[in-house]
């Protein structure tokens, strides 16, 4: 994984985003999931406000 960002959705659930990559360095798997999988993740998404959380690979940081 080498992306995440966590929203908040209108229900008061949360939204996961989950990017992979493979050994070249090329998007393999996205990841959606609601309140860690434990929910259906909706047809219509109305997000709450900016992502909560984040992470971003070191790697992808420039110097």
Do not use: K, T, Y
Not at 2 to 29: H, K
Request: hydrophobic share 45%; net charge negative.
């Amino acid at each position: 994984m080498f992306f995440e960002a966590d929203f908040g959705l209108a229900s008061g659930d949360r939204l996961e985003v989950l990017l992979f990559v493979d050994g070249s360095g090329n998007l393999s798997f996205v990841e959606v999931s609601v309140n860690v999988n434990s929910a259906p993740v909706p047809d219509e998404i109305h997000l709450h406000g900016p992502a909560q959380h984040g992470h971003v690979s070191a790697s992808l940081l420039q110097d």
